[in-house]
C-alpha cells in the first residue's frame, strides 16, 4: 500500500514524536510541533501515538492513494479536498484507490498531520522516523517530501480493519467516507491568530528587571517572520537583565523561552538546538506547546504565568481525557 506524492506543498516531511537520547551527541530531537495533533491523528486510525505522520505546513500537498486507504487529518485547518469535496477534520476517512487529497486555504492553525492506518514504512534511524532536516537523516531521504515520492505503509491493525468495514458500509459511490462521529472539540485547542499561551517561570526568571517581569506577562508579543521549526523569534517589548550575566550553556527543551542581548524573546520548538546559552525567562507548558506550534508568522500571542502544580494538574486532566478518547475508539472499532 502506497501514496504518491502529486506536489509537495510548502514544507512537508514525515514525523514522530522526536530522536531522544542523542543530545549529548549533538543530534537533535526533531519530531512534530503540534504533539497533540499528531496523537489524536494516529489514534483514530487506530495506531499507536507515536507512529510516523505527515506534517503539512501552511501550503498543502497534492497526494494521490494508490490504495484504498484508512486516513485521517488532525490540526490546522488547510481546507483538505478530495474531488472538490470537503474532507472533515480530526475523525477517520475511508478513501479509495486514485483519489486525491488536496488542501486550500489556510483557515486555523497552519499545520496538519496526516495519519495512516498501519503507520508509514520508514527506517527507523536512531529509534525515530522523524525528518532532521539540516541534518539530512530519518524520514524520507532526510528531507522535504518533493514530488514523485511513494511512501509506504502498513497493514491495518485490528481497530482499523473495524472502522473501515464501518466505513464501507455508509459509503455513496464517491470518493471517500468520512466518519459520523469526530474528537470532542472539549480536548481540541482553540487555534487562534491571538492565543493565551501559559507558561511557568524559567531558571532565569528572577535576573531580570522588575519591568522586564511585568512586561512579559502585560504586553503582547508577534512572531517574527525570521522564525521556523528551530524556534519562533518573538516581536514585543525589550526585556533586560538587572546586571550583565554569563550563563553556562546547557540543555533546552522545546517551549524554553529564551531571550538573548538584543532583548527580543525566542521560543525554541521542534528542531531546536542540543544546548542554550540565552537566559531561560520562561517555560511554556506541555498543554499550550500544541498552541505554539500552529503559530503563523504575524500571529500574536500573550503569555500567562501558572504554577508548577498548575501545570501539573492541566496535563494530567489532558491525559485522561486523551485515554477516555482512545477507549471511545476502541469501542466504534
Known amino acids: 500500500m502506497s501514496l504518491l506524492v502529486i506536489r509537495p506543498g510548502l514544507l512537508s516531511s514525515v514525523q ?4 531522544y537520547g542523542y543530545q549529548k551527541y549533538g543530534v537533535i530531537a526533531s519530531g512534530v510541533m503540534d504533539p497533540l495533533a499528531h496523537r489524536i491523528a494516529n489514534m483514530v486510525v487506530g495506531n499507536e501515538g507515536n507512529e510516523a505522520t505527515i506534517e503539512i505546513t501552511m501550503v498543502g500537498p497534492v ?4 490504495n484504498d486507504t484508512l486516513f485521517s487529518l488532525c490540526g490546522g485547518d488547510l481546507s483538505p479536498t478530495i474531488n472538490n469535496v470537503p474532507v472533515p477534520l480530526w475523525r477517520p476517512v475511508w478513501v479509495r484507490k486514485g483519489a486525491q487529497l488536496k488542501f486550500g486555504t489556510c483557515l486555523s492553525g497552519c499545520r496538519a498531520y496526516l495519519a495512516v492506518a498501519g503507520g508509514f514504512d520508514i527506517p527507523v534511524v536512531m529509534g525515530s522516523k522523524s525528518t532532521y532536516l539540516r541534518g539530512g537523516i530519518g524520514g524520507c531521504q532526510g528531507r522535504a517530501l518533493k514530488a514523485g515520492d511513494r511512501l509506504e505503509y502498513g497493514n491495518d491493525n485490528p481497530i482499523s480493519q473495524s472502522l473501515i468495514q464501518s466505513l464501507s458500509k455508509e459509503w455513496d459511490g464517491g470518493a471517500f467516507a468520512a466518519a459520523s462521529w ?6 481540541l485547542p482553540n487555534f487562534q491568530a491571538n492565543p493565551v499561551i501559559r507558561v511557568i517561570r524559567g531558571k532565569e526568571y528572577h535576573w ?7 512586561q512579559l506577562f502585560k504586553e503582547g508579543f508577534s512572531v517574527s517572520p525570521q522564525s521556523d521549526r ?3 523569534r518573538l516581536k514585543g517589548p525589550y526585556l533586560s537583565l538587572k546586571e550583565p550575566m554569563e550563563l553556562i550553556s546547557e540543555a533546552v527543551s522545546f517551549g524554553t523561552v529564551q531571550v538573548p542581548a538584543e532583548g527580543q524573546p525566542i521560543v525554541l520548538l521542534a528542531d531546536r538546538q542540543t544546548t542554550g546559552g540565552y537566559p531561560k525567562i520562561a517555560q511554556i507548558i506541555s498543554v499550550d506547546l500544541p498552541l505554539m506550534g500552529q503559530l503563523k508568522p504575524g500571529d500574536r500571542i500573550h503569555f500567562y504565568e501558572v504554577s508548577h502544580r498548575e501545570a501539573e494538574e492541566m496535563f494530567l486532566l489532558r491525559e485522561t481525557k486523551l485515554k477516555q478518547l482512545k477507549s471511545s475508539i476502541l469501542l466504534k472499532g
Open 63 to 66: 497526494i494521490e492513494f494508490q
Open 208 to 214: 531580570f528587571t522588575e519591568e522586564s517581569q511585568n
Open 230 to 232: 528551530m524556534g519562533y
Open 16 to 19: 514522530d514524536n522526536g530522536r
Open 182 to 187: 469526530s474528537v470532542s472539540p472539549d480536548i
